[in-house]
């Protein structure tokens, strides 16, 4: 490119084309009180760009700007010669006030990255499939009813999020999207998903929780490298039978505020699974296979209909946290003893009448919450629990407490409030003393 045809901004060669669209925006942001009169769009790194450091920045390479970012700063519209970057591979619009796009974006066929969060956008044209360079596209929070047609020509897309707009339907051509890694749907008002969605099998995070979605295909089991799967808080009355086949599942499963009464037998062969949460659906048991899940060091079951856990909960020794309040658990298995890694217990809120003196076992365990049961005494090996920092014992109907309570050096906060003590045991004032916070 000759002399000529270059100008300096902010210290950076660029070519008049360019420059004409910095000034533009450079104007809007001083009419909306983000730059000052006279302050231009700062040079930032690349790493300030891509770590969305930059509220306002772009970041040149051989005098072309390759990214930019105007974040959070009120833009209504964008000029329509943006198309003049045309060597832009980075753009970056979130927290604007944007209900549409301008069609010259169609002409950025270098965008690899477009991040539209946060916005009003209320559709999006047609032209976004000429973007065949684009790899990921971010639309969470805006006001889109559909998303185009066009969108199946973005062969190279590997992230897709829209999550919290108003789609009612996603097309079928998304399952031309072979290379998709990451797709984000939820919360949208979907009832179903294309058969064709799930022939999408390099996904390995999906997110369709907050819909309406009534069921879920066998052909689930086509996404075997997903690691993460949020399908909570929808309309499900059950589940495939080949969501067992997942293997991959690792990091998170979400089964959460449907209206599950049953899981199925496939569940147990989900063995490398860490995190489960099944809560606020209409379980009255768990499959007695649930202790084949050895990974989960997370497993939240409230707010289901459970009268009992099975003895196999046992065998979850890497459990570090177990959720069951909100059900209608008269016992807890005597296992529940082997759990050594679990550092927090939550079972408020159920029918409980005593407890297992094995629960003594569970000498990392820091916060045990027992409130709101039926429970008249504790067991002594309470006292093996010397890392236990909070423990909630309101109302139950205790007339007594063990001694050993008082021995617990790491505890912080006792609530014995709404029980039937006959006496307050001298040792509560010892563990005032040494700062323990006590509501009696």
């Given amino acids: 490119m000759s002399r ?14 360019e420059m ?39 970041y040149a390479e051989n005098n072309f700007v390759v990214a930019l ?22 753009l970056d619009l979130t927290g604007n006030q944007l209900s549409s796009l301008p069609e010259s974006l169609r002409d950025l066929l270098h965008l690899k990255k477009l991040y539209l969060d946060e916005n009003q956008i209320t559709s999006l044209p047609e032209s976004l499939g000429n973007l065949l360079r684009l ?22 897309l590997k992230i897709l999020n829209a999550y919290g707009n108003r789609l009612v339907s ?48 066998e052909s689930i089991e086509n996404l075997t490298h ?28 979400y089964l959460s505020n449907n209206h599950l ?43 289901n209909e459970l009268t009992a856990l099975p003895e196999s909960l046992g065998n979850l020794i890497h459990l570090q946290e177990l959720h069951v309040m909100n059900n209608k658990l008269v016992s807890l298995p005597t296992s529940l003893g082997n759990l050594t890694c679990l550092k927090e217990l939550h079972v408020m809120n159920n029918s409980l009448m005593a407890l297992p003196e094995s629960l003594g076992s569970l000498t990392h365990l820091t916060h045990l919450d027992l409130r709101n049961n039926r429970l008249m005494a504790l067991p002594e090996s309470l006292g093996n629990m010397m890392r236990l920092t909070h423990l909630d014992l309101r109302g139950n109907k205790l007339v007594s407490l063990p001694a050993c309570i008082g021995d617990l050096a790491n505890l912080e906060k006792l609530d014995l409030r ?23």
């Fill in 69 to 90: 970012a105007v974040r959070y700063c009120e833009l209504t519209s964008l000029p329509e010669s943006l198309d003049q970057l045309t060597h832009l591979q980075q």
């Fill in 20 to 58: 004409s669209i910095v000034k533009d925006l450079e104007g809007l942001l001083q009419d909306n009180g983000y730059l000052d009169e006279g302050e231009s769009i700062p040079v930032v790194s690349k790493d300030k760009i891509e770590s969305h450091e930059s509220k306002i920045g772009f």
């Fill in 135 to 156: 790899e990921e596209i971010q639309l969470d929070k805006n006001q889109l009813a559909s998303l185009p047609e066009s969108i199946g020509q973005l062969t190279n």
């Fill in 170 to 217: 996603v097309p079928a051509s998304l399952s031309q999207l072979i290379r998709l890694t990451e797709v984000s749907l939820g919360r949208n008002q979907l009832k179903s998903l294309p058969e064709s969605f799930w022939q999408l099998t390099n996904l390995q995070l999906l997110n369709v929780g907050e819909n309406q979605l009534s069921s879920l295909p």
């Fill in 4 to 17: 000529e045809t270059k100008t300096i901004y902010n210290g950076v060669a660029l070519p008049m084309t």
């Fill in 226 to 253: 997903l690691h993460t799967l949020d399908v909570g808080h929808n309309e499900l009355t059950s589940l495939p039978e080949s969501l067992g086949n997942l293997r991959n599942l690792t990091f998170f499963l």
């Fill in 261 to 303: 009464t049953s899981l199925p037998e496939s569940l147990e062969k989900l063995i490398h699974l860490r995190y489960l949460n099944i809560t606020d659906n209409s379980l009255s048991s768990l499959p007695e296979n649930i202790g084949n899940l050895t990974s989960l060091q997370e497993l939240r079951v409230y707010t």
């Fill in 418 to 440: 709404w029980n039937k003590l006959s006496s307050v045991p001298e040792w509560l004032q010892r563990l005032e003393q040494r700062g323990c916070t006590v509501f009696k």
